[in-house]
């Protein structure tokens, strides 16, 4: 099963079509696209996901405003969304679904807020109480999470102690982040800040137990990346991860 993950930036605007065409090329089974907005670009990505086969698809968007920031999850599997007491108070940027795939999967993406906006912290902490609670089958908790770990993750200082506890504190409940269970320490960046060029890794994925001997693949892919300019599909690295189920 292969899984993209990627903040498409503002909604895919006029990149849109280059958007959808980097993804065919990834051949995926599941996709989450943060950033997804009810605008005109991002339906034309969400069609051209339909006409590729995946055509089982939840989104966050609000109708009363397209232009919000929201989510899409695209499956070749019927979707089914799922409502816990625990989730974050925020529902255009948490999106839980079970996958009717051959070996059932709960797929849940999230697009964490930055800390000026006054909810971040209280999002890391719901959703630190869900895995605490969690009740489902396997599951893959994937998406921009605007956090990482002090140094590893970071090429100048840019996180504090509770984004990095966080991150740790998933891992001592046994959700992995799926690139350090292949990479271990290395270092590698999904965003880079448009002034100091400096790199974070801001976006990861965490594995429900028993699916860790599953990864076979995780990198981050820059889209487009034929062209001489890393960010010219967007400003965020794509997750590109191989589950073997």
């Given at each position: 099963?292969?899984?993209?993950?990627?903040?498409?930036r503002a909604g895919g605007?006029?990149?849109?079509?280059?958007?959808?065409?980097?993804?065919?090329?990834?051949?995926?089974?599941?996709?989450?696209?943060?950033?997804?907005?009810?605008?005109?670009?991002?339906?034309?990505?969400?069609?051209?996901?339909y006409a590729s086969g995946?055509?089982?698809?939840?989104?966050?968007?609000?109708?009363?405003?397209?232009?919000?920031?929201?989510?899409?999850?695209?499956?070749?599997?019927?979707?089914?969304?799922?409502?816990?007491?625990?989730?974050?108070?925020?529902?255009?940027?948490?999106?839980?679904?079970?996958?009717?795939?051959?070996?059932?999967?709960?797929?849940?993406?999230?697009?964490?807020?930055?800390?000026?906006?006054?909810?971040?912290?209280?999002?890391?902490?719901?959703?630190?109480?869900?895995?605490?609670?969690?009740?489902?089958?396997?599951?893959?908790?994937?998406?921009?999470?605007?956090?990482?770990?002090?140094?590893?993750?970071?090429?100048?200082?840019?996180?504090?102690?509770?984004?990095?506890?966080?991150?740790?504190?998933?891992?001592?409940?046994?959700?992995?982040?799926?690139?350090?269970?292949?990479?271990?320490?290395?270092?590698?960046?999904?965003?880079?800040?448009?002034?100091?060029?400096?790199?974070?890794?801001?976006?990861?994925?965490?594995?429900?137990?028993?699916?860790?001997?599953?990864?076979?693949?995780?990198?981050?892919?820059?889209?487009?990346?034929?062209?001489?300019?890393?960010?010219?599909?967007?400003?965020?690295?794509?997750?590109?991860?191989?589950?073997?189920?």
């Amino acid at each position: 099963m292969r899984v993209v993950s990627w903040n498409i930036r503002a909604g895919g605007g006029v990149r849109a079509k280059g958007i959808i065409n980097q993804i065919r090329l990834w051949q995926p089974d599941i996709v989450a696209l943060s950033e997804f907005r009810g605008t005109e670009a991002s339906q034309s990505i969400a069609a051209g996901l339909y006409a590729s086969g995946l055509s089982h698809q939840r989104t966050t968007t609000d109708p009363v405003n397209p232009s919000v920031n929201s989510l899409l999850l695209a499956s070749r599997w019927p979707l089914r969304t799922v409502t816990i007491q625990n989730a974050p108070d925020n529902p255009r940027r948490w999106l839980h679904v079970n996958i009717a795939n051959p070996v059932p999967i709960a797929f849940v993406a999230i697009h964490i807020p930055n800390r000026s906006t006054g909810l971040k912290y209280p999002f890391l902490d719901a959703v630190t109480n869900t895995v605490k609670n969690w009740r489902g089958p396997a599951a893959i908790i994937i998406g921009d999470t605007n956090s990482g770990c002090i140094d590893i993750d970071e090429e100048s200082p840019a996180f504090n102690k509770t984004e990095d506890q966080w991150i740790k504190t998933l891992n001592s409940l046994h959700w992995k982040d799926a690139f350090r269970l292949l990479h271990g320490n290395k270092k590698d960046y999904t965003w880079y800040s448009p002034n100091g060029r400096n790199g974070f890794r801001l976006d990861q994925a965490f594995l429900y137990p028993s699916l860790h001997d599953k990864l076979k693949y995780f990198e981050h892919v820059w889209g487009g990346n034929t062209s001489a300019r890393r960010e010219d599909l967007s400003d965020h690295a794509a997750i590109v991860m191989d589950i073997e189920l």
